[in-house]
Structure formats: structure tokens, C-alpha cells
């Protein structure tokens, strides 16, 4: 079984303490980069590398008057190294960057480190949805359209659907986040006034970014946005899914349920209660990721070189949706993984109509031995309605029909009945679906 969500380390990306490392990180990289050209003294940057630190309290402190963040950690980051002797060296901290080349470079850096937690969470589940898709790969069970019955599909071919959604899904967020691999030193408006590109390569190789290849001020928000929608797409597969368990779980349908723990109740005025609970909070915080999206798509349009309306809505978007993702994530594999299923009562609801969800294959069946399809459309369905209103025995009804036994042999409409007919490509799809 799969632990309860217990893992810290998605929110502790976005802690002030870690923001501010990333900054530290970007700012060293450039100095050792500068130092590599000889623009920067290289004891310089040794003593940087040693000694750079900062307090978040510090920082925080500092913002309170200065009204800049940037500003203020470079501040409390010279104080360090002034406290440690070495104040001459801290000249050369922030040499030629403005504060977006440190703040998107180092978020840059953040979101590989939270895509790193979402694409093992993908993995997870995909994992756990192809067990349990060769654990019920034969289990029968009605599928519906509309919400009505429709024809015979087995659960399995139900968690193989989720199975190769989650590969889609894990090839977006994949590629989304290599999109987002990419950091920038180009200045004030993204002319390299002050450093070149090839010192922004080095830097960006240091940090294992790629240098984005053309910038204003910022990183362009198409990729952020592209990211967010990703993460949206993979937070849909587990609405997806909670949805599907919460149909699934309804007592007239009582096929599968999430999983109900000893001691656990379900509502405080009705002990018969075992409610759907955790799908219904996967399908809820989904809207969220989704919601945000529209967020992210607005900050890609910015005044001219850059403004800052972006970077407020970002400092809420990319921590919630990652944490969010993470969490749903987490949340689906154990759902899928504890899934308690009811094989029984999956065949009992599909043989509820006796037999009226095989009238697809009679009617072809009579067409195929030569009744007109509109001839026989009308006796399928004349019998197939009165089954339905007066829950009458379709099957029965089928095999007494003077028509359709001057076209059809017994052992044809028994074979036009027939599950393993129906489902006699389950394993092609599977063979498809997790290959041979």
C-alpha cells in the first residue's frame, strides 16, 4: 500500500529559506563565471563561494525599509561577508546582473527541483494503475454512455484508459518542465549591456540551465504558462479517475469503492454512511490547478520589457499549483492502489437488463444474414423497449420471435449473446497498451 501523504519536500521549494539559496546559487555561478574571464578577481569569487550566506530574518528585515527584495538580500548577503572579514570581496556580488536575471534564473531552478517530485509522482501512479490493470484485466463489467448501459468492457480496459492517459501526462509535464530549464543574464532589457552571452552560457552551465536564447527583462511567461497547463492536464487524470470511483461507489451501483479504514466514519448523523471523501477532495482542489491556468495565461502579456505584474501572481500560482499537483498525485496513487472492486456485483448490474445490452450484435447478426437493416432495427429495438419499460427478458423475447428464427439458428443467437465474443480483443488492447 502506498503511505499516506507525509512528504515535505514539494512546499519546502518554495520556503523563503530555499528561494533565497537558489538566489545565492545564481549569484555565485555568476561571480565564478566572471572570475573564468578575468572580469572578477578569483580570490574574489573563492571567498564568495566560502563565506556568502545570509539570515531570512535578515533579508526580511532589510525589505521592511528598502521596499526591494533583491536589494535587500544583496544587502544582508554583504553584511555576512563583511562579518566574516572579507567586505572587499562582496563588491563584486551582483556584478553586472539586474535583479531578474538572479530572481528567474533561480525560479528556474525551484521548478526543476519541484518538477523532479511531480514527474516521480507520475511515475507512481502509472505504476500502480498498470498493476491493478492486469490484476482486473478480465473482469467484466458494463460500459456505459451517458451514463446508461451501453455493451460489455472489462475494469481493466477502464485502468488501461488511465494507464496511457498518465504516459501522455507524463510526457507533457516532461517537456514542459525541460521548456523551463533555462535561465538569463541579459540585464535591464535583455541587451547583455553588461556581460556578454557567453559569460550568460557559462553561468546558465553551472547551474545546468540552458541559456534562454533570446529575453527582455524576464524569462518569456509562455513557458510558465505551458508548465502550469501541464500540470493541469495531469491533476484532470486524477479528477478523472475520483470522479469515475465516486459513479462507481454510488449504492445503486456499488461496484468499486475507495477504500473505508476500520474506526472511520462517514457522517455524523448517519452511521450507514461511507462516502466518497478523498475523490471528492481530488475532484475539488483539481478546479484549483485548473483555475490557476487562466492566471498564468494572463501574465504572459507584460509592458514592453517587462512590468511586475506577473511576479505577484507567480509567487501564489507556481507554489500551489506544483504543491497541489504533488498532492493529488500522491492522493489518486493510494486511491487506485487501496480501490476495494466487486467483480460479483460488476457482473450482476451488467446482467440487470437481461440481456439487452447484446441488441448491438443481434442487429448485426440479423443484417449479416441477409434481413434489411431496417427491418431489422425495428425488431430489435420493438423488443429491446418493451424489455426496458416492462423489465422484461430481452434475450428471451429474441429467441421467441417468429422473424428472427426464420433467419437466425439457435446456436446464432446464443453466439450473438456471447460475452467472450464481446470482448475477444481485450487482450490486443492490453498487448497495445503495455506491449507484449
Not at 533579508?59 to 521596499?67: A, N
Not at 480496459?157 to 521548456?179: F, M, P, Q
Not at 448517519?270 to 495565461?297: D, S, W, Y
Not at 511586475?308 to 504543491?323: A, F, G, Q
Request: proline letters at 3%.
Amino acid at each position: 500500500m502506498i503511505p499516506r501523504y507525509t512528504r515535505p519536500e514539494m512546499g519546502g521549494i518554495w520556503t523563503d529559506q530555499n528561494k533565497f539559496q537558489q538566489w545565492l546559487e545564481v549569484e555565485l555561478a555568476a561571480s565564478e563565471a566572471l572570475a573564468s574571464l578575468g572580469v572578477v578577481p578569483a580570490e574574489a569569487a573563492r571567498l564568495l563561494r566560502q563565506h556568502a550566506g545570509f539570515d531570512v530574518a535578515r533579508i526580511l528585515e532589510i525589505e521592511k525599509e528598502v521596499k526591494h527584495d533583491v536589494i535587500a538580500f544583496t544587502t544582508a548577503v554583504a553584511e555576512r561577508m563583511a562579518g566574516a572579514g572579507h567586505a572587499e570581496a562582496s563588491r563584486w556580488l551582483h556584478y553586472g546582473l539586474t535583479s531578474n536575471d538572479v530572481v528567474d534564473t533561480a525560479q528556474a531552478l525551484q521548478l526543476q527541483q519541484a518538477a523532479a517530485i511531480i514527474l516521480r509522482g507520475l511515475e507512481g501512479l502509472r505504476a500502480v494503475l498498470k498493476r491493478r490493470a492486469l490484476e482486473f484485466q478480465h473482469a467484466v463489467q458494463i460500459g456505459r454512455t451517458h451514463g446508461v448501459h451501453a455493451e460489455p468492457i472489462t475494469f481493466g480496459l477502464k485502468l488501461a484508459i488511465w494507464y496511457e492517459e498518465s504516459g501522455r501526462n507524463l510526457t507533457r509535464v516532461g517537456a514542459a518542465a525541460e521548456d523551463l530549464r533555462v535561465g538569463k543574464t541579459s540585464g535591464a532589457v535583455g541587451t547583455f549591456a553588461h556581460i556578454g552571452p557567453d559569460v550568460e552560457e557559462l553561468i546558465c552551465a553551472r547551474l545546468n540551465l540552458r541559456a534562454a536564447p533570446v529575453t527582455s527583462q524576464v524569462i518569456q511567461r509562455d513557458r510558465h504558462a505551458n508548465f502550469v497547463s501541464a500540470l493541469a492536464l495531469a491533476t484532470a487524470l486524477c479528477e478523472k479517475i475520483a470522479l469515475e470511483v465516486r459513479h462507481l461507489q454510488r449504492t445503486e451501483v456499488r461496484e468499486a469503492e475507495e477504500y473505508f479504514a476500520r474506526g472511520q466514519k462517514g457522517s455524523s448523523a448517519m452511521p450507514h454512511k461511507r462516502n466518497p471523501v478523498t475523490c471528492e477532495q481530488i475532484c475539488g482542489l483539481a478546479r484549483v490547478v485548473r483555475a490557476n491556468v487562466q492566471a498564468a495565461f494572463e501574465d504572459v502579456a507584460l509592458w514592453h520589457e517587462r512590468d511586475i505584474s506577473h511576479s505577484s501572481v507567480e509567487r501564489v500560482i507556481l507554489p500551489d499549483s506544483t504543491i497541489l499537483a504533488d498532492y493529488l498525485l500522491d492522493k489518486t496513487t493510494r486511491l487506485v492502489d487501496t480501490l476495494m472492486v466487486y467483480p460479483e456485483r460488476m457482473r450482476r448490474n451488467l446482467d440487470l437488463t437481461r440481456g439487452l445490452v447484446f441488441s448491438g450484435q443481434v442487429l448485426l447478426d440479423l443484417a449479416a444474414a441477409g434481413m434489411l437493416r431496417e427491418q431489422a432495427y425495428r425488431i430489435v429495438q420493438t423488443h429491446a423497449m418493451r424489455a426496458w419499460e416492462e423489465e422484461g427478458d430481452f434475450r428471451a423475447a429474441i429467441e421467441r420471435d417468429p422473424e428472427v428464427c426464420a433467419i437466425l439458428k439457435p446456436e446464432q443467437i446464443a453466439e450473438a449473446f456471447s460475452l467472450d465474443r464481446q470482448l475477444r480483443n481485450v487482450d490486443k488492447i492490453f498487448a497495445r497498451v503495455f506491449g507484449k
